[in-house]
């Protein structure tokens, strides 16, 4: 179940990276933007890939392995695993 995570890990941390080597943050502070809006901003685009990501792969788990399970219990774990 880790593996599916590996690829938004290793785009997030690739993202804040090159925002750190461009100093993206920087100007966009000398522009107005404050510190709750940037980080709201991270962790709205986060949540929507994580959503995604969980609603694929609890998909095809339903339709495959977890066919007498509490589905939405199944989806809440996957959630907040990711």
Same mark, same amino acid.
């Given at each position: +179940? =880790? ?5 938004? =890990?290793?785009? *997030?941390?690739? @993202? !804040?990276?090159?925002? &750190?080597? #461009? @100093?993206?943050?920087? $100007? *966009? @502070? ?8 940037? %980080?709201? $901003? %991270?962790?709205?685009?986060?949540? !929507? ?13 339903? =339709?495959?392995?977890? #066919?007498? &399970? ?7 774990? +996957?959630?907040?695993?990711?």
């Amino acid at each position: +179940m =880790i593996l599916m995570y590996i690829p938004l =890990i290793y785009r *997030m941390v690739y @993202r !804040i990276v090159y925002e &750190k080597v #461009t @100093r993206a943050k920087e $100007s *966009m @502070r000398m522009m107005g933007l404050g510190d709750f809006a940037y %980080w709201s $901003s %991270w962790l709205a685009y986060y949540t !929507i890939v994580n959503t995604v990501l969980v609603l694929i792969c609890w998909a095809i788990l339903l =339709i495959n392995v977890y #066919t007498k &399970k509490s589905a939405f219990l199944l989806f809440v774990l +996957m959630w907040l695993y990711g």
